[in-house]
């Protein structure tokens, strides 16, 4: 027999989104497996309460669940079929609906006679991936379980180039459905900037000044990358195809080394009389202005 959902939380149908909180959380505790391991009748109440509050303590299920009452998770069907009969207790009466004649096929679509449909149980839960695995994909093993279904072991593939924060539905039977929400870990060579990838190379001053090479790391190796004379600190260089890949795509993105000069730490009497006679050379000579902004880079593989 069908149950009313405000009724289990033991609230009215024009209880606010804080009041629905605060009876479900009250009879968690209450009835919560780990306070009543020896109590069947606790531990099927405390599932029956989550399902109450997975559903009206969602605004639009709630919604959902007012205009159509045990039918909600048909509520698309039934909106674009134009409406339907109502049943005296209330939501749609989808045996009027799809004819009511015994072996019409409604039992099968909706996987129960009468208009009674399982409930689907639903997990959510966080899967933290390195960058290197958003590089390459992964495949994660992950537990679900309750206290009255045991525990099933379930993989999901996590797709190259994944955004975090992307949320991933799975379905591995008609009575469940689970939400990972995919958590990329910080990086420390790297900043993630959706495909694209930015990095910091150290280059000495005497390369920026006359031009040298210098090493960058990429996803799959270090390439060596020509800094040409009088590269100013900050410049970006752009190595195309280097970043992540697109998700649903053969593309990647790209990488930008920005260029950070080093100084010396300490000069030699020949250093220091070399730096002043260049700042002498330099103060007699108009002053030169050189190219800033992002170029593409003129590489090479180490």
Known sequence: MAQNYY??????????????????????RKLHPDVNPED???????????????????????KDYDQFGDNWKHADQMRNMGGGFRSPGGGL??????????????ENLFGGRNGNIPNRARHEGTVEVSLDEVYTGVTRRISIGTTMAGQRNLEV????????????????????????????CLDKRFTRQDANLRVDVTVPLLDVILGGEVEV????GRIVLRVPPATQNGRSFKIKGKGLPIMNSEEFGDLYATIKVRLPDSLSEDEEDLYNKLRDI???????????GINDAELRHT
Do not use: C, H, W
């Not at 045996?95 to 409604?106: N, P």
């Open 93 to 106: 009466n989808l045996g009027d609906l799809f004819g009511g004649a015994r072996g019409s096929g409604f």
């Open 40 to 62: 069947p009748r606790a531990q099927e109440q405390f599932k029956r309460v989550n399902e109450a509050y997975e559903v009206i303590g969602d605004p639009v299920r709630r």
């Open 7 to 28: 009724n289990m939380l033991g609230i009215s149908k024009n209880a606010s989104d804080k009041d629905i909180k605060a009876a479900y959380r009250k009879l968690a």
């Open 217 to 220: 790391p990429t996803m799959d």
């Open 282 to 292: 330099r103060a007699g000579l108009p002053e030169t202005r050189s190219g800033t």
């Open 157 to 184: 593939q996590i797709p190259k180039g994944v955004l975090d924060g992307r949320r991933i539905r799975l379905r591995p039977d008609a009575s469940t459905e689970i939400t990972i929400t995919v958590k990329v």
